[in-house]
């Protein structure tokens, strides 16, 4: 037995001396995978994605053996610039997203065109190149075997097709021992792909971007393809819902006013709570909050389409697309929205926004979902002050006022979006636009003249999350403007204001814990370069609360006036809004949150949380957020088939046009619509 053994180990150094390249690029490749993994999903020792890695890797090695041995090189080269990137890729992305890249993801790449400051301020970082070590590696071997006249040496022992089968049939031994270590759940996630913290955890990383790439091959053709399994989902689903007619004391409160929603480029609702030397951050929004109906557990749902997945889910009551984004690659479906509910009450419908109108396809999109008309950057605006990507918000706002007197004039009601922007990543210090300071002034004793002095500590001042807060007082001051204008032009006297901020700011974990550890979040003063709370994954996750008011002039100070904490999702806007102005969807996927108990709000991850509980979908952990309630796994397996029903039926109504085939009775046919350009 021992002998075998022995025989068995000098078989594999003898393989290995001869395979010296490929040896080299599999090692260095699972080195890199692992990090990425420790970086991110923190399963570094994980032995389940390592093995199905290998066999990936052991089945792109075996094609290598096609070629010379001179000629190997390049082929192993090529494999690990792509590797390589990939993880650099991932690494960034996971950092501001916490989740992994997507070959879908292409599709949007256009839409960084204006934002390349924005990607290499604030999310590229260093360690974001420790993943180049494998190319690196892989040119230094190849120069030492090359001076050794290795390549000359090895091309009389190898075989070509003999080496190819003996490493595909060691990569279908590791293919079967992962197997065996697979779980039930782990297939139906790989298959669906949404869950892709999971599908890395579990399957390692260039097994899941092999799938991404297989299941986004799959999206453009998959009309042809799973249509009966989605649309039958879609009807059960419908035709079992409660279809009660419900009504609450907010039923038809603003039936026939007009609507401005003011779309919030990324402010969270944690800004809502600051203040600065006593000196409110948002005092503005903090008095909407406090006349209007503020929704203080509010989650945006987006995924990689950002701010167009807002505006899709806020007027859809649909979830984004699991795979690409609404309005680049789905565009073009029967949506049911609230514009198009509103149109048959004769509102008319227009968005205005201070960028370009191709941005995100909304010239194109917007069309299919309702909107009459879109004003838009250099069409509609004059360009008279520049902050950050563009017309300033405040300049944005002033200038929009004038055309929706126009607009009021010659409608009898109407329904609109200003989004905002000034407030978007990188967050570049406002500078002259905004005197307010981020500074901590205190007072003390000066021990050389015994005199009372000012002291500033400039902690955040410089900072990212100084620069963001500073953004979002502009803001704040934007907005403040802005109802005040629409006063003074007799606007207000008609209209509901609804506003949301669109996601998150998107800063890492590292720029909160400066605001957390400094004397902002303490009764003492602290220095923020002591570590003194961390921010784990789920504080920070449940942090990304962003703000939702509903206000109007008649509401204020009234028995309508509340704080509704129940948590509630961007899903839920176009249900909540609806019943208030008196129409009624059929197809929305979110809640009238004045009409529902228990609220759940699923993220496109397949993350979940209610008032009790936030659930990391990809890890199998949560956090109890009512300790006073017992939680059992029943009510974990509730919700997480209720987020997996969710998810499917929204994915099944955005591919297959879903909502069309219900109303029609026929399948919609797979030749792309027109398109319409404002």
Known sequence: MFQKIKKAFKKIKEYIKTNILMSTFIISAIINEAILRGFTVQNLYNIKPLVADLTVLLIITAFGYFLKPKNQFKYFISWSILFTALCIINSIYYSNYLSFASVSLITTASELGGYTDAVFENIFEIKDLIYLWQIFALVFVHIQLKRKKYYDKVKEIENGKVRFLNTVVVALISLGFFISMLKPVDVGRLNKQWNRSYIVMEFGLYTYQFNDLFASIKTTVNEMFGYDEAYKTFREYYESKETTESSNKYTNLFKGKNVLVIHGESIQAFTMNLKFNDKELTPNLNALAKEGINFSNFYAQESVGNSSDSE????????????????????????????????????????????????????????????????????????????????????????????????????????????????????????????????????????????????????LEGTKMGNYLKSVHYADEAIGELISELEESGLLDNTVIVLYGDHDSKLKKSEFRKLINSEYYEDVLIDPNDTVSEIDEFTYEINRSVPFIIWSKDIKDSKYTTDVDEVMGMIDVMPTLSNMLGVKPKYALGNDIFSIKDNVVVFPSGNWITDKLYYNSSKGTFRQLDLDTSIDIDYINHYNEYADTLISISNGIIVYDLIKAYETGEEPTKEEMPQVDY
Not at 320 to 344: A, Q
Not at 432 to 450: M, R
């Open 312 to 459: 899709f889910t806020s007027l859809t009551s649909q979830l984004p697309s699991s795979s690409g984004t609404v309005f680049m690659n789905y565009f073009n479906r029967d949506y049911e929205t609230i514009l198009k509910l509103l149109k048959e009450q004769g509102y008319y419908t227009f968005s205005m926004h201070a960028n370009i109108g191709n941005a995100w396809n909304r010239n194109i999109t917007y069309k299919y979902l309702g909107y009459d008309d879109f004003y838009y950057y250099t069409k509609d605006y004059e360009i008279d002050e520049t902050i950050g990507l563009g017309l300033s918000d405040k300049s944005f706002f002033r200038q929009s006022v004038e055309k929706i007197k126009d607009i009021n004039n010659n409608n009898k009601n109407w329904y609109g979006t200003l989004i905002m922007l000034t407030n978007h990543t990188p967050f570049s210090d406002i500078g002259e636009h905004s005197d307010y300071s981020v500074d901590y002034i205190t007072e003390d004793v000066n021990p050389d003249t015994g005199e009372i002095e000012e002291i500033t500590n400039k902690w």
